[in-house]
């Protein structure tokens, strides 16, 4: 293990960025997702593969899920070209192309929104159908695919502060695909 991934697995032990009990413990593969997008089209998860992805599962009409959307964006835009690929993906009770359309045009995300159903996220998440979570859930996956961070059920401080995120995504930008 290089001394960076040390530094990096040690902060966020550190910090509480693993996930609680009844979670899939993190670090893990990413699983697949199918994502709906409000043009029709459908984004496999798989596709961003080399990217370090950011994924913000949310609600629409959430306040705090617009706040840090807003974060998202502008680290989207400031580290965009390095190699992030943030997503939004809503789960609203009947969320739809148009609320995500609507949600994205409100803010002016510079990212792309997609929607699932919540059984999908639930189970992208590990989580059972009866446990209870806070939104937005958060999940930061490297550049192998690879989730290096995730929000715990109750939430996580650290992983929405535009600083801490910050310096997470630069360290895993600055770890290379292979090997």
Not at 6 to 31: D, M, N, Q, W, Y
Not at 51 to 60: G, S, Y
Not at 80 to 108: E, H, P, W, Y
Request: hydrophobic residues 40%.
């Amino acid at each position: 293990m290089s001394i960076s991934r040390l530094i990096v697995l040690t902060v966020l032990l550190s910090l509480g960025v693993f996930p609680a009990s009844g979670t899939e413990p993190v670090p893990r593969k990413s699983p697949d997702l199918v994502i709906a997008q409000p043009s029709g089209r459908q984004k496999r998860l798989s596709t961003l593969k080399g990217k370090v992805v950011m994924i913000e599962f949310l609600v629409t009409k959430c306040p705090h899920c617009l706040r840090v959307a807003q974060t998202i964006s502008k680290l989207q835009w400031e580290m965009g070209s390095r190699g992030l690929q943030c997503f939004g993906i809503a789960f609203d009770s009947g969320v739809n192309a148009k609320m995500v359309t609507d949600f994205t045009r409100q803010l002016a995300i510079t990212y792309p929104v997609g929607y699932v159903s919540s059984d999908k996220v639930d189970s992208y998440l590990g989580r059972s159908g009866t446990e209870r979570f806070r939104v937005p859930q958060l999940v930061v996956i490297d550049r192998k695919g690879v989730i290096r961070a995730q929000s715990s059920p109750v939430g996580e401080k650290n992983l929405e502060g535009e600083k801490y995120l910050r310096n997470l995504i630069d360290s895993l930008l600055k770890e290379s695909a292979g090997g």
